[in-house]
């Protein structure tokens, strides 16, 4: 599968929000990161929608994300690509491993992957039952597609976390490209998008560090170029859970979207004081005087 080519070697960032619900603190310091990393390094922030789950999805969220990202001045270069409409894409990337024999289908029930796979950093180590075409009992079963992972140890310098490796084999294991329920996995998604958009600077929470060795691997199988990772610190309640839909993270107050996000800046180790001024004028200051050996690599309890 062809990447298409950055002639300027331009550094080309993204924000990619999954619409399962409104913007919070959390994702609007994702947003914020790596708004302002791009825009520090003169570059493109493009805004990507992963739509590829319907039943976690929330209806009128995609809409609503890109409303809050406006009203904080948050503004994307080009068109909004959302991955809905991207499959044949995912399908032109599988296809190309098929042909490869990188990929295997696996027939195994969720249940029977659990109860057959040790606990790993993300779920479930797949035990490989499905290797073995010998074991597979196919008939009328749907079946998910597997990526063979073999002895690769991932290792990357995060320009916020350092140093972070991963044994993928031992610690994930073989993992789904194509789910049997039909639905393309995130990983796959995240990948093809990343290098069709010549994405080479990813700057995220470190919710997703776990998978980033998993893209990488895959990333090398389909002979894509490298991107440079930043993994942002998560905002955490006082019990040290993340802010998510699950957590109840408290929406974004558009009434005091200067407040928020002079908080945020104040998250990302931006110096103080930050002009109380609007929101744009905030991000150009904040541009100006961004500098990500300043943000810290910890997560963050706030308040709420
Ligand atoms: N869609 C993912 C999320 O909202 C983020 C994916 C990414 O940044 O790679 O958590």
Avoid at 18 to 26: D, M, Y
Avoid at 129 to 158: M, P, T
């Amino acid at each position: 599968m062809k990447q298409n080519i950055n002639v300027n070697n331009q550094y080309i960032g993204r924000f990619a929000p999954s619409p399962t619900g409104r913007l919070h603190i959390g994702s609007l310091l994702c947003a914020v990161g790596s708004f302002l990393d791009a825009r520090a390094n003169n570059g493109q922030w493009l805004l990507r929608i992963e739509d590829i789950d319907p039943p976690r999805e929330e209806a009128g969220a995609a809409d609503d994300i890109l409303r809050t990202l406006q009203a904080f001045a948050l503004y994307w270069d080009g068109e909004v690509v959302y991955q809905s409409k991207r499959y044949h894409l995912y399908h032109e990337a599988l296809d190309y491993l098929l042909e490869k024999g990188e990929v295997y289908p696996c027939y195994c029930s969720r249940k029977t992957v659990k109860e057959n796979g040790i606990m790993g950093v993300d779920g479930v180590v797949y035990n490989g039952n499905c290797r073995k075409q010998s074991n597979i009992k196919s008939a009328g079963k749907n079946y998910a597609y597997r990526l063979y992972v073999d002895d690769d140890e991932i290792l990357f310098n995060d320009r916020i976390v350092g140093f972070y490796k991963q044994d993928i084999k031992r610690e994930v294991g073989d993992f789904v490209l194509l789910r049997a329920d039909g639905l393309w996995a995130y990983q796959l998604a995240v990948v093809v998008d990343d290098a069709m958009c010549r994405v080479n600077h990813i700057v995220r929470g470190q919710d997703l560090l776990v998978s980033t060795p998993r893209q990488i691997y895959l990333s090398k199988r389909l002979n894509y170029k490298p991107i440079q990772y930043a993994h942002l610190p998560l905002l955490t309640n006082r019990q040290g859970q993340k802010w998510s839909k699950q957590t109840l993270a408290p929406h974004l107050d558009l009434n005091c979207k200067e407040n928020l996000l002079r908080q945020v800046l104040i998250y990302l180790g931006l110096p103080e004081p930050i002009p109380a001024d609007s929101c744009e004028n905030i991000l150009q200051w904040a541009i100006v005087n961004w500098d990500i050996k300043r943000v810290p690599s910890n997560f963050i309890i706030t308040e709420n």
